[in-house]
Structures are given as C-alpha cells and as structure tokens.
C-alpha cells in the first residue's frame, strides 16, 4: 500500500512538470510578442526602420498571435502602409479590424483615430468626420491616458487637414497643456505652428520654431522635424527670403527625403522648386518641381501639385516653348481648380456635420419631448388623448404646408433669379450681371494687386449664318460656343454673353500674356465645333479682343472698349485670329 502511494505521488509530480514546461514557453513567448509589439508601437513615427524590422519579426510569429495580439499587429501594419502612402490597403485593413466586434474598445478606438488621419490625407472629409465622431463615443470606455491624448492629437491633426485652424489650433494648445511627454509636446507644437501659419499668426523669428525644433530633434521625430522646417522655409518664401528657403531646405534634403513621407517630400521639393525660380535658377526649379510632381501621383489634388505645375508652366514660357507652356499651364489650371475645389469640400463637409450634429440634438430634444408627452397623456381620458392626437395631426399638416410654401417660395425666387441673371439662351451670365460680377472682381484684384484682363470676342460672320441658314441654326451656333467655352473658363473668371453674337470674360489674376493663351485656346475650340447636327456644314470662328490693367486701368467699360477696338482689328486683319490692346 505505501509503495503505491509512492508511485501515484511521483506520477503526480511528472504530471506537474509536464504540464509546467509545455505552458511555459508558451507563455514566455506571448509575453515576447507583447513586448515586441509595444516597441514597435512606441517607435512607429520615430525610428521608420527599425519599425519596419520589428514588423517583419512579428509577421514571421503570425500563427503564435492571440485574438487581441494578432487585432494590435493589423493595426501597426495598417499604420506602416499608410506611413509609405499605400492609403487604399491601409483603410482595408483598418476596416478588417473594425468588422470584428470582439477587439477590444482601445484598438477599434485608435483603428477610428488612423482612419481620420488617412481620410484627412485622402481628402475624404466626410469619411473622417464620421470615424472622428464614432472615436468620440467610444472615448468614455478608454481609460488610456495615453489614447486620450491621442484624440486630441488626431483631432488637432485633422481640424488643421480641414481648413478649421481655429480648433486645429485649440486641441493643439490642450494636448501641450495635458501632456508632459516631449514627444507629444513635439507634435502639439508643429500643429500650433501648421495652425498659426495657416491663419497668419506667425513671423520668421518667432520662437515657437526654435523650440519646436530643438524638443523634436531630442525625441529624434524626423517626421515632424520635417513639417516644422517645411512650414518655416514657407513663410520665408512668403516674405520674398528666397535664399534663405533654398539655405534651410538644402540643409534638411537628406532629413526630409529619409522620412520617406510622401506629403512631405512633395512639399519639400514645390517649395525649393519655386524658391529657386524666384531667384531665376531654372534649371534647379525644373529638377525639383519633376520630382514634386512625382511625389504627388499618389495624394490627389494638393498644393505642392499647384506650385510645382505653376513653375514649370512659368519656366516653359519664359523658354518660349509655347507648347510646354500650354501643357504645364492645362496641368495648373487643373491642380488648382481641383486644389480649390478640395478647399471647398472641406468646407462643405465641415458644414455638413454641424448640420447632422444640429440634427441629432434636435432629434434627442424631439424624442424627449415626445417622452414627456407620451407620459402626460396616461394621466388623461380617451377623449382628451384623440384630442391631443388631433392636434398633432393639425400640426403636422400645418407644418407640412408651411414647409411645402416656403420651398415652392423658394424655388420661385430661384428661377427668377437665374432669370434675372442669366441669359435665356445660353445660360451664361447676362451683361448686366457680368458687369456686376466683374467689378466686384476688379475691387479684389485692386486690393490684392493682382493682375486682371478682360477677353471680348465675337462671332465672324453670324449674320450670314442666320440669312444663309436660319434662325434656328443661328441660336444652336450660340448655344456651342458657350457650351464649348464653359470648359474652358477657370473657376474664377466670368463668361457672359453681352450681345447678339458677342462675349465677354474677364479673367482675375491673370496677366495678359496669360489671357492671350487663354482667347487662343478659345478660338481653337470654337473652329474644332462640327456642325452636323445643324444639317449644314460651315465653320465657326470668332474674332478675339484681348485687354488689361496695364494698358487699359481698373475701369470695367475702358477694358471691355479696348478689347473691342483689339477685336476690330482682329476683324480687320482677317477674322478668326487674336489681338492685343496696345
């Protein structure tokens, strides 16, 4: 009997070692990945390559990750892809990680937070706004001191993306008063200086530069580094140092450039590119608005698309390489209207969801009030509940009434004053609200001492076309020129129809050399028109008029009567040409 007590007690104790070293390095080994994992997180915008190495370790450990350890590594990776610019890939795998409930609430809190960061990026401010908002309802589960800085981070990072400085500016100032890690003061103070910049708060010698410079060098954020000496570099442009810009940005090339941060390197190059022309070192602008150029293949519409396209269209005219020039000038034309047009979306989006937010407080008013009339009503009769219920309806179909008024109201006033604006045939504007229009341009370009140039042209021969032909192909003729011409306007120039067969634009900030390219580009597209589906064939051409500030002042009827008297000539010598008000 004691024999066997002492062989059931030794086959308990191997049973216990056994089941002591087959969990152990199991254990040891997750607690390994954990700590592989917090490094690489903490390291993530600091050191890019070792960052990249630590990934690639864990990726070799895919298949020994838990639930949660496998959720942290997606997140880190998605972080990497959208680091390098590969914004699509990231947003899928940050969405994988949101379609699992089961994560837990501080991974899909900062899946939320990157997803805004990438939108802002991406341009897709509806996108952030709503991952911005959802963050914010989870942020009452977060008890990461840490994550919660992060929120302000990110919503600093994003109100700056779109165009709101003002609260850019205000969670970056809260996130350097909560946080007492440099490298968290190192962020709040670049997005203070990217705010402040933005709403011309800042001055070259202003000292937020120093210390932002030296606390992101002793956290060694080269990232950050890299808009802090861009931004600087900028203002220097803005206050006509060119070469201090080119002396600044040179010195920071290799820290710039080893980021390997799309954004920034773009702007880094736009930025040289156009220092360097300013100072008329051509061939030096040209290398780097290329490279530019390439860095924004993958960011969409962007400002460093704007400048790098503007200075090699400028460096192809000053060349006299006319077609170079027009080339560059489309490609400009087009990054800054898509440039703007992406200031307004923000704007629009911005806009868009105080209005949902509005809406929501409503909605929570509304149902609250419905709750207390809903417990109102148990202390009433049948009777006085129908009653009740009757003066709902009432209410309902007053306000349904109302609303149907105020919107035929409304749409009322809009037709009459497309109407009154407009003209009947082609839709442009009419002479007496382009000439509105473009006086109130003038003002502008007179306070901002922009250049300004008025186009006038005129149909050859429309006369005949209407005997020859009729009427009705006359109007279709009128019709195509301005459906040809609205392409073609920018979106700040006014294209009107001021007379039977004559138009108008006046073009902002625009020098006449540029006007030129412009009313040449016009009567090109007006010869190409086909004219098939009148029935008929003949050719459309047109005799252009080309005047501005220099020549002719700031007076809208000396500029439109110059271009006239440049359009007779055109008329004289031969129609369907371009002349300069000399």
Avoid at 48 to 67: D, G
Wanted: hydrophobic share 40%; net charge positive.
């Amino acid at each position: 009997m004691i024999r066997v007590k002492i062989k059931m007690k030794k086959l308990i104790s191997m049973i216990s070692i056994f089941i002591f070293t087959a969990f152990l390095p199991f254990n040891l080994n997750a607690d390994y990945i954990d700590k592989l994992l917090t490094q690489a997180d903490n390291i993530r915008s600091s050191d890019p390559s070792e960052f990249h190495n630590l990934l690639t370790k864990l990726a070799q450990k895919k298949t020994e990750l838990t639930l949660e350890q496998k959720a942290y590594y997606q997140y880190l990776y998605a972080y990497k892809l959208s680091f390098i610019g590969d914004f699509k890939q990231a947003v899928d795998v940050y969405n994988a990680i949101l379609a699992n409930q089961q994560h837990s609430a501080s991974i899909r809190f900062r899946t939320h937070l990157s997803l805004v960061n990438i939108f802002a990026i991406a341009k897709n401010w509806n996108e952030g706004l709503k991952h911005l908002l959802i963050s914010q309802q989870l942020l009452p589960q977060i008890n990461q001191t840490e994550f919660k800085h992060m929120s302000m981070l990110i919503s600093a990072v994003f109100y700056n993306q779109i165009g709101q400085y003002t609260l850019g500016l205000n969670y970056a100032k809260k996130l350097q008063a909560d946080v007492s890690k440099s490298r968290e003061q190192c962020m709040g103070k670049y997005l203070e200086i990217e705010a402040k910049f933005r709403l011309n708060e800042l001055t070259i010698s202003d000292a937020i530069f120093d210390n932002a410079i030296a606390l992101c060098k002793e956290m060694n954020e080269s990232v950050v580094l890299a808009g802090v000496y861009t931004t600087k570099a900028n203002i220097f442009i803005n206050n006509t140092h060119y070469a201090d810009a080119i002396t600044l940005l040179s010195s920071q090339q290799s820290l710039v450039e080893a980021t390997k941060y799309p954004p920034y390197i773009a702007y880094f190059y736009s930025l040289l590119a156009q220092a360097h022309f300013s100072l008329n070192q051509t061939q030096q602008a040209q290398n780097y608005a290329l490279n530019a150029i390439k860095f924004t293949q993958s960011l969409g519409s962007s400002e460093p698309s704007v400048i790098a396209n503007k200075v090699l269209y400028l460096i192809a005219e000053k060349n006299n390489d006319m077609s170079a020039a027009l080339s560059y000038f489309k490609q400009y034309a087009e990054a800054d209207k898509a440039y703007l047009n992406g200031i307004k979306a923000k704007h629009l989006a911005f806009q868009l969801a105080q209005h949902r937010a509005s809406e929501q407080r409503s909605h929570i008013e509304w149902l609250s009030q419905q709750n207390n009339l809903l417990l109102l009503k148990q202390k009433f009769d049948k009777v006085e509940a129908e009653n009740n219920q009757l003066f709902i309806t009432l209410l309902i179909v007053c306000i349904t009434l109302l609303s149907a008024f105020i919107y035929r109201s409304k749409t009322t006033q809009t037709k009459l004053r497309h109407l009154a604006q407009n003209d009947g045939l082609t839709g442009l504007f009419n002479r007496r609200h382009f000439t509105q229009e473009a006086n109130r341009a003038i003002n502008k370009c007179i306070k901002s001492q922009h250049p300004g140039s008025c186009i006038l042209f005129d149909l050859d021969k429309f006369k005949s076309i209407n005997d020859t032909y009729g009427h009705k192909t006359g109007d279709w003729v009128l019709k195509n020129v301005a459906n040809t011409c609205k392409p073609i306007v920018r979106t700040v120039d006014i294209l009107a129809r001021i007379g039977g067969e004559e138009f108008c634009v006046f073009l902002p900030n625009c020098s006449k050399a540029d006007a030129l390219v412009i009313a040449e580009e016009y009567r090109h597209q007006l010869n190409q028109i086909n004219t098939a589906d009148t029935g008929f064939e003949f050719t459309i051409s047109g005799s252009f008029g080309v005047s501005d500030f220099t020549t002719s002042g700031h007076s809208l009827e000396k500029l439109i009567a110059d271009a006239d008297s440049a359009m007779y000539d055109a008329k004289t010598s031969g129609r369907n040409r371009v002349c300069l008000f000399k």
